[in-house]
Nanobody, 116 residues
């Protein structure tokens, strides 16, 4: 059974930073591109960052230059370093596969709240 467990969210002031982690199980992690997605209240879930099995990355325009995705295949974990956070980044953040592979069931996500 594939499972994603996200952590690291919290409440932070505008301009602050957070590092999210997502531990994956039930898949051969190194064979999958991995991505971070977010869903803000009243909005659809959107892709914000993706990392292929190699070193290629994708960032949405809204986070480019502020967020960095990385992965540790030895730990089956993907990370999202978020800097210069803005109130518009407030959302529940999820990880899942990225690229041509099918997506699996979503985890519980981790809530990020950016507010003064």
């Amino acid at each position: 059974q594939v499972q994603f467990v996200e952590s690291g969210g919290g409440r932070v002031q505008p301009g602050g930073s957070l590092r999210l982690s997502c531990a994956a199980s039930g898949i051969i992690f190194s064979r999958y591109g991995m991505g971070w997605y977010r869903q803000a209240p009243g909005k659809q879930r959107e892709l914000v960052a993706g990392r292929t099995v190699g070193t290629s990355t994708y960032y949405s325009d809204s986070v480019k230059g502020r967020f960095t995705i990385s992965r540790d295949n030895a730990k089956n974990t993907v990370y999202l370093q978020m800097n210069s956070l803005e109130p518009e980044d407030t959302a529940v953040y999820y990880c899942n596969t990225f690229g041509p592979a099918p997506q699996y069931a979503w985890g519980q996500g981790t809530l990020v709240t950016v507010s003064s």
